[in-house]
């Protein structure tokens, strides 16, 4: 038995978890009428996520975590401890550190100042003005740089919708409208630009052809130094804002 394995442990309550090294990590229950088989994957925001066929029985469910607890246990760590928005947290703003500060005396508002994010009024009111100062803070940014980009290359969107997926960060439909994680906000700047400036790319190229990345090139020189900063800090980033 491998001492990651020594450390996880399965409980089968409803809804079922594990424990792994104090931390509790869902488990979360999919059924599934197209799935032929019981599957397991790892969602960094969600835990580890257990798929099942329609006639699957949760008991059957359980046998086969337990029979892939060795494959559960070395990529457990690919779920961040999650960092709810609370007074005192670090948040990375544009890839800067900010910490939250709750300001009480103050009424109705939040601001970034001086390596702080101010919140103020009632302390219950905090995660919920935050959730909705960093989508706006999100959005405004992205905004910009799509709007510089797409007149770079002549292109129109129809719209920007902000959205929390954890699978891709952007996306641009056949319609022309773009979508982005809010999560852009964390990262430094230019790895945020480059993500719009790929999205935008596609107004032109709705593949990944070779003209496709030399537009992508063009719009933004600096792709695979963003690049491998998602690879390293992408998954990093769900743990953010999750209760």
């Known amino acids: 038995m491998s001492a990651d394995r020594r450390n996880l442990e399965l409980v089968t309550d409803t809804p079922p978890y594990l424990v792994c090294e104090g931390r509790n990590i869902p488990i979360e229950v999919k059924r599934s009428p197209r799935a032929v088989r019981i599957k397991l994957r790892i969602d960094p925001r969600r835990g580890v996520v257990l798929l099942l066929p329609k006639r699957a029985s949760l008991k059957a469910g359980m046998i086969f975590l337990r029979q892939e607890i060795d494959w559960i246990a070395s990529n457990i760590k690919r779920i961040p401890e999650t960092v709810p928005f609370r007074d005192g947290v670090m948040l990375p703003l544009l890839g ?30 905090l995660p919920r003005r935050m959730k909705d100062w ?3 803070l999100a959005k405004t940014e992205i905004s910009v740089w799509a709007a510089d980009y797409a007149g770079k290359i002549d292109a129109r969107y129809s719209g920007i919708t902000l959205r929390d997926q954890v699978t891709r960060w952007g996306s641009c439909s056949s319609t022309g409208r773009l979508n ?5 906000l ?14 935008v790319a596609h107004l032109r190229h709705m593949n990944h ?3 496709f990345w030399a537009l992508v090139d063009e719009l933004h020189p600096r792709v695979e130094h ?3 900063w998602l690879k390293s800090n992408g998954a990093d980033l769900h743990k953010y804002g999750v209760e």
């Open 180 to 184: 982005f994680s809010w999560r852009l």
């Open 96 to 125: 800067r550190p900010h910490r939250i500060t709750h300001v009480p005396e103050q009424r109705g508002f939040v601001w970034a100042e001086d390596g702080h994010i101010y919140v103020a009024g009632a302390a219950e009111h």
């Open 209 to 211: 052809s070779a003209a």
């Open 134 to 136: 960093t989508r706006k």
């Open 226 to 228: 963003a690049k491998k």
């Open 186 to 199: 964390l990262m430094p700047e230019e790895v945020m630009r480059y993500i719009v400036a790929h999205e």
